[in-house]
């Protein structure tokens, strides 16, 4: 049995209208850290407000170590929660911050914490937190880093079941959020959590994750390792939210000739390696789609293994590498803007390269669906 279960879990805010959460199942274990990821409105928000207490559920039921908490006010339900914005009270210094919680929380024996007990516990979590040097401060003498971390720590000081994140790092610089993320991916060793982190930072879901769950219009699109889910794409939806550059995508013809299998279209002929795609088979006469990502393709190859050439339009420096864009027009009007990730070399816009694919770096998708295409 999984440590907490979403079962079904539906949320529409009229009884008529569109499920801004539909039907969705997730088995978490416990000590997992899972990232809910998503464009804005897919409803990952949503579902941590309902496993907090915050929205009611309008289908479905969360349940925890066996027993559901759907009926429970927040205060029961074992979890904590950070905000997107840091939500510290500004007239309590960095100790009353961390210490406010405990004042409403009693222990396993129902009485309520004594003043030396909250003293040890808000040490403890502003210890773990690296924020025990500034417990006398107020808000305001703080950096955004640091209101984070007390933000952190007023959610460890009670020592939750469940630990819970919306965006907690959008409102940080980017140095700050690189640092800050990988603080908080220690303090989840270090306390042994079972998290569930909010974000549409695809850096941040496959920096922090365990599991990630990739969200669409409240569906589940993929749900798997951070490995997983950039190698071993499900959708097309999935292979262009993940990756930066995104993966670059060609409608396809799939044509079998002489027991050879290609996949065609008005720039290229491209040979499928068999047997890996000999699945493909069933596609012949087909159309489908091909995702190849930015840093499968081979620059300036052998004359005989290239699939066309093109001149560069621009070229985008990144430091450790360079972005090549290519515009591709079919002749009808469609231009295919094309991403081609390369070590720095001595390209300049407007060079004519021969563009070619690392042998068997293809995903296929069905046109009509965009779900993967599986042997």
Same mark, same amino acid.
């Not at 599991?211 to 292979?239: H, K, L, S, W």
């Not at 052998?302 to 560069?312: A, N, S, T």
């Given at each position: =049995?999984?440590?907490? +279960?979403?079962? %079904?879990?539906? /949320? *529409?805010?009229h009884?008529?209208?569109?499920?801004?959460?539909? @039907?969705?199942?997730?088995d978490?274990? /416990?000590?997992?850290?899972i990232?809910?990821?998503?464009?804005?409105?897919c409803?990952?928000? &949503?579902?941590?407000?309902?496993?907090?207490?915050?929205?009611?559920?309008?289908?479905?039921?969360?349940?925890?170590?066996g027993?559901?908490?759907?009926?429970?006010?927040?205060?029961?339900?074992?979890?904590?929660?950070?905000?997107?914005?840091?939500?510290?009270?500004?007239? =309590?210094?960095?100790?009353e911050?961390?210490?406010?919680?405990l !004042?409403?929380?009693? /222990?396993e024996?129902?009485k !309520?914490?004594?003043? $030396?007990?909250?003293?040890?516990?808000?040490? &403890?979590?502003?210890a773990? &937190?690296?924020?025990?040097?500034?417990?006398?401060?107020?808000?305001?003498?703080?950096?955004?880093?640091?209101?984070?971390r007390?933000?952190?720590?007023?959610?460890?000081?009670?020592?939750p079941d469940?630990?819970?994140?919306?965006?907690?790092?959008?409102?940080? %610089?980017?140095?700050?959020?690189?640092?800050?993320?990988?603080?908080?991916?220690?303090?989840?060793? *270090?306390?042994?959590?079972?998290?569930?982190?909010?974000?549409?930072d695809?850096?941040?879901?496959?920096?922090?994750?365990?599991?990630?769950?990739?969200?669409?219009?409240?569906?589940?699109?993929?749900?798997?390792?951070? @490995?997983?889910?950039?190698? %071993?794409?499900?959708?097309?939806?999935?292979?262009?939210?993940?990756?930066s550059?995104?993966?670059?995508?060609?409608?396809?013809?799939?044509? +079998?000739?002489?027991?050879?299998?290609?996949? +065609?279209?008005?720039?290229f002929?491209?040979?499928?390696?068999?047997?890996?795609?000999?699945?493909?088979?069933?596609?012949?006469?087909? @159309?489908?789609i091909?995702?190849?990502?930015?840093?499968?393709?081979?620059?300036n190859?052998?004359?005989?293994?290239?699939?066309?050439?093109?001149?560069i339009?621009?070229?985008?420096?990144?430091?450790?590498?360079?972005?090549?864009? =290519?515009?591709? $027009? %079919?002749? &009808?009007? /469609?231009?295919?803007?094309?991403?081609? =990730?390369?070590?720095?070399?001595t390209?300049?816009?407007? $060079?004519?390269?021969?563009?070619?694919i690392?042998?068997g770096?293809?995903?296929?998708?069905?046109?009509?669906?965009? !779900?993967?295409?599986r042997?």
């Amino acid at each position: =049995m999984a440590y907490l +279960e979403l079962k %079904d879990l539906q /949320k *529409k805010y009229h009884p008529k209208g569109s499920a801004i959460v539909n @039907n969705l199942n997730l088995d978490i274990e /416990k000590g997992e850290f899972i990232v809910l990821l998503g464009p804005s409105g897919c409803g990952k928000t &949503t579902i941590v407000r309902m496993i907090a207490g915050l929205e009611d559920v309008t289908g479905g039921d969360i349940v925890v170590n066996g027993t559901s908490i759907k009926s429970l006010p927040p205060k029961d339900r074992g979890v904590s929660m950070i905000f997107q914005s840091y939500a510290v009270w500004p007239h =309590m210094t960095v100790f009353e911050n961390i210490a406010y919680p405990l !004042k409403f929380r009693k /222990k396993e024996d129902g009485k !309520k914490y004594d003043k $030396d007990e909250i003293k040890q516990k808000v040490h &403890t979590a502003a210890a773990i &937190t690296n924020i025990d040097g500034y417990l006398d401060r107020y808000p305001a003498q703080l950096s955004g880093g640091q209101r984070q971390r007390v933000a952190v720590s007023r959610s460890i000081v009670v020592e939750p079941d469940l630990f819970l994140m919306d965006e907690p790092l959008s409102n940080l %610089d980017a140095m700050l959020r690189v640092s800050t993320r990988t603080e908080l991916k220690s303090i989840h060793e *270090k306390i042994g959590s079972t998290s569930i982190f909010v974000t549409h930072d695809q850096s941040e879901a496959m920096s922090l994750a365990d599991r990630i769950v990739i969200m669409r219009n409240g569906v589940v699109e993929q749900i798997g390792t951070p @490995n997983e889910v950039y190698n %071993d794409c499900e959708t097309v939806f999935v292979a262009s939210f993940i990756g930066s550059p995104p993966a670059n995508f060609y409608e396809v013809t799939i044509k +079998e000739k002489g027991g050879i299998l290609f996949a +065609e279209n008005a720039f290229f002929n491209y040979k499928l390696p068999l047997p890996k795609f000999s699945y493909m088979k069933e596609y012949a006469g087909k @159309n489908a789609i091909m995702g190849v990502r930015s840093e499968c393709y081979s620059i300036n190859g052998e004359e005989d293994e290239f699939l066309f050439k093109r001149k560069i339009d621009f070229i985008e420096p990144q430091g450790s590498h360079l972005i090549l864009i =290519m515009r591709l $027009d %079919d002749g &009808t009007g /469609k231009v295919n803007e094309l991403k081609i =990730m390369t070590p720095v070399l001595t390209h300049k816009s407007k $060079d004519e390269i021969r563009v070619g694919i690392l042998e068997g770096k293809v995903l296929f998708f069905d046109s009509a669906t965009e !779900k993967r295409i599986r042997g």
